[in-house]
């Protein structure tokens, strides 16, 4: 027997069985067949690894232990959706789509409740796995995602691409999970999502392998270097050899698309995953860019969210909670019942107005749903339950330091007025130090709670003076000497983070990750944010009102800027450089990127371009000046052409690169 075609023949035949069986869902082998030949495979590959294949299936079952998870930058950012959960919000969002166009089709996509996933194969090889993350950075996962056995590691197209979508677990893979868990006296999974979420970052893939995840695909990173529209991107993805869900309808208007939604709402009762809604898109991808993004979201997609599951229970109590910013936010204590397959306990009253405008009173039997079937709410009270309870009373102290608490004018949100609150001061150190702000990874929440119960931990800027206690704090329970040093190392990393990241970790009310960039792309140093004024800040695209109101309030304060001092004394980044820009012929230009490039990868051209002081845009339009186009140039370089739009080819964009 010749071993090498063995292993060769075994391979595609298995391979194509796995896309038969979990793609097309027609098997063509029997289970005995297909476990025979597996093992077989197994042990010609044991014994010949040099004949072993990159695309061999032996990996989907797994064996490979991480010590954690390596980060990984997303090169095109993973943005979320907004969401609509009315068909009379969705209305108002067909009502914006048409000042912008009249000439529009939409195109909806059954939303799986599972985890977002970026895949990226070089020359139709499987690369690389990642997490959404934040969305700019997200975790590297490819072992565990090598295991699903829907997903191909070797294309039917020789082709470097990036794609996009949702791992999830079947209910009867799910089912089988916790009968198994409940077997082994092991805690139950809440839902499918958490089960897929707990999956995905085992740090052993033979865990994985073993719980039968599956994913569907519905997005090409720059999927107009391939086709057109949402609907040819689905078919091409599935003729690569991905598994698409077959779900998706075009609709000429609104109320078609209304239609649709309601028959997708009967259909998920009957499928074997959870979906939490419709995901709408505007079909044709070069109405994108006119159309436009906010810092967060596109504004030409947005998710339709099915109406949440809701379920009748006893308030026993309204307690108080405090945020990074001091807001104090009453909570229910809810005798537990289940929602959409969770333990819900507690629940969000949002504040004083919410609670009076429904007259909730403690000891009511309430109407509790899951807002986006991810935060629980209150909604309702059933008043023929109704007894003698009494009428909510807002709280007039804090409940964490007992100062008293105020109502800003025209806000609907309490406010604790003592600016050295403790419990706002926790949440802030929790927010600042995130992975997501200033990402000091050893100073998590519990780490936090414990450093200032002990006093050490007060304000932001005393975690920058921890290194000076560190005698103190080796011998404290669960504080080795090792522990401290690596804490206080990750601490002196954090001063080199970004300035954005600074920025976002402040904890400035409405300003998230993304407007932070926005502003120190604007304001490259703390000193000139500072000075911002609240007219310079909304002329800003990306900056409202709100956002620029709570930017200069927060710089106003006493206090923040002596915070602000104090950063700058411990040497953290509190300015942005930008390349300076070289005066060239590129200066203020836009360029569209089409066709495959010999001589750079599009990245590197994109980079060139940016350095010399031009945009790169996604599609082409009037206000494009050039055309960069390589071999295989689709549909943009005809647009091109038919406005006139100057197109080059990578000899002429040397010579101007170096003129």
């Known amino acids: 027997m010749n071993v090498k075609l063995r292993i060769e023949e075994l391979t595609n035949l298995i391979n194509q069985a796995n896309y038969d069986y979990h793609t097309l869902d027609k098997p063509t082998l029997t289970d005995y067949n297909y476990d025979q030949y597996l093992k077989e495979l197994?042990?010609?590959?044991?014994?010949?690894?040099?004949?072993?294949?990159?695309?061999?299936?032996?990996?989907?079952?797994?064996?490979?232990?991480?010590?954690?998870?390596?980060?990984?930058?997303?090169?095109?950012?993973?943005?979320?959706?907004?969401?609509?959960?009315?068909?009379?919000?969705?209305?108002?969002?067909?009502?914006?789509?048409?000042?912008?166009?009249?000439?529009?089709?939409?195109?909806?996509?059954l939303k799986i409740d599972g985890l977002a996933v970026s895949i990226i194969y070089e020359n139709g090889q499987f690369v690389k796995a990642a997490t959404r993350g934040n969305g700019l950075v997200g975790e590297d996962i490819s072992e565990n995602v090598k295991t699903i056995k829907s997903l191909p590691l070797k294309l039917n197209e020789d082709i470097d691409i990036e794609v996009r979508g949702e791992i999830y677990m079947p209910h009867k893979s799910f089912n089988k999970l916790n009968e198994?868990?409940?077997?082994?006296?092991?805690?139950?999974?809440?839902?499918?999502?958490?089960?897929?979420?707990?999956?995905?970052?085992?740090?052993?893939?033979?865990?994985?392998?073993?719980?039968?995840?599956?994913?569907?695909?519905?997005?090409?990173?720059?999927?107009?270097?391939?086709?057109?529209?949402?609907?040819?991107a689905l078919n091409y993805l599935k003729k690569l050899g991905f598994k698409i869900n077959p779900h998706f309808h075009l609709s000429k208007d609104v109320d078609d698309l209304i239609q649709e939604i309601q028959k997708y709402d009967l259909l998920r009762k009957t499928l074997n995953y959870e979906t939490d809604g419709v995901v709408i898109k505007i079909n044709a991808f070069d109405m994108h860019e006119p159309i436009g993004y906010t810092a967060k979201y596109p504004k030409w997609a947005t998710a339709y969210k099915f109406q949440a599951e809701q379920a009748l229970t006893k308030l026993n109590d309204i307690t108080f909670q405090i945020g990074r910013t001091g807001v104090i936010t009453p909570v229910a204590e809810l005798e537990p019942i289940t929602i959409s397959g969770?333990?819900?306990?507690?629940?969000?009253?949002?504040?004083?107005?919410?609670?009076?405008?429904?007259?909730?009173?403690?000891?009511?039997?309430?109407?509790?749903?899951?807002?986006?079937?991810?935060?629980?709410?209150?909604?309702?009270?059933?008043?023929s339950q109704r007894k003698d309870q009494q009428p909510f009373e807002m709280t007039q102290t804090c409940p964490v330091c007992g100062h008293l608490v105020e109502r800003k004018p025209g806000e609907a949100d309490y406010y604790c007025t003592n600016?050295?609150?403790?419990?706002?001061?926790?949440?802030?150190?929790?927010?600042?130090?995130?992975?997501?702000?200033?990402?000091?990874?050893?100073?998590?929440?519990?780490?936090?709670?414990?450093?200032?119960?002990l006093g050490f931990l007060n304000s932001i800027s005393d975690i920058y003076r921890l290194k000076d206690h560190k005698e103190e704090l080796v011998g404290l329970p669960g504080f080795a000497e090792k522990k401290v040093e690596k804490l206080i190392l990750a601490i002196e990393n954090s001063k080199s983070q970004s300035f954005d990241k600074l920025i976002f970790g402040l904890g400035i009310k409405h300003v998230g990750a993304k407007v932070a960039k926005v502003l120190v792309n604007h304001y490259p140093t703390i000193d000139k944010l500072k000075e911002a004024t609240y007219d310079e800040l909304t002329e800003i695209n990306e900056i409202?009102?709100?956002?620029?109101?709570?930017?200069?309030?927060?710089?106003?304060?006493?206090?923040?800027?002596?915070?602000?001092?104090?950063?700058?004394?411990?040497?953290?980044?509190?300015?942005?450089?930008?390349?300076?820009?070289?005066e060239h012929e590129f200066n203020q230009k836009t360029f569209v990127l089409t066709g495959k490039l010999e001589n750079y990868t599009r990245d590197e051209a994109q980079a060139i371009i940016e350095k010399l002081g031009g945009k790169v845009s996604s599609s082409v339009s009037k206000k494009t000046d050039y055309v960069l186009a390589g071999s295989d140039a689709g549909s943009k370089l005809e647009k091109a052409n038919k406005l006139g739009v100057k197109v080059l080819d990578e000899e002429d964009f040397k010579v101007k690169i170096n003129g």
Request: proline share 3%; glycine share 4%.
């Open 42 to 109: 197994i042990d010609l590959e044991n014994k010949n690894p040099e004949y072993k294949l990159s695309n061999s299936p032996t990996d989907k079952i797994g064996g490979i232990v991480l010590d954690g998870f390596v980060k990984v930058n997303h090169k095109v950012p993973m943005m979320s959706l907004s969401n609509v959960f009315s068909f009379d919000e969705l209305k108002a969002f067909d009502d914006r789509i048409k000042k912008v166009t009249s000439d529009y089709q939409y195109i909806s996509e």
């Open 180 to 232: 198994d868990r409940l077997d082994h006296n092991l805690a139950l999974f809440a839902n499918p999502r958490n089960a897929a979420a707990g999956t995905i970052r085992q740090l052993d893939s033979r865990v994985a392998a073993k719980r039968n995840l599956d994913a569907f695909l519905y997005q090409i990173v720059n999927a107009q270097d391939y086709v057109d529209t949402q609907e040819e």
């Open 342 to 383: 969770s333990l819900v306990s507690r629940a969000t009253l949002h504040n004083e107005d919410y609670i009076k405008a429904k007259d909730i009173r403690i000891g009511d039997i309430v109407k509790v749903h899951k807002a986006g079937e991810i935060i629980p709410e209150v909604i309702e009270v059933d008043l």
């Open 419 to 453: 600016i050295d609150c403790p419990g706002k001061h926790m949440n802030a150190l929790i927010h600042f130090s995130s992975r997501v702000a200033m990402d000091i990874d050893t100073l998590g929440e519990k780490v936090v709670e414990t450093l200032h119960e």
């Open 544 to 582: 409202g009102e709100m956002i620029a109101q709570s930017v200069v309030s927060y710089f106003e304060k006493e206090e923040n800027i002596k915070l602000i001092d104090e950063l700058k004394s411990f040497n953290l980044n509190v300015s942005f450089e930008k390349e300076e820009i070289i």
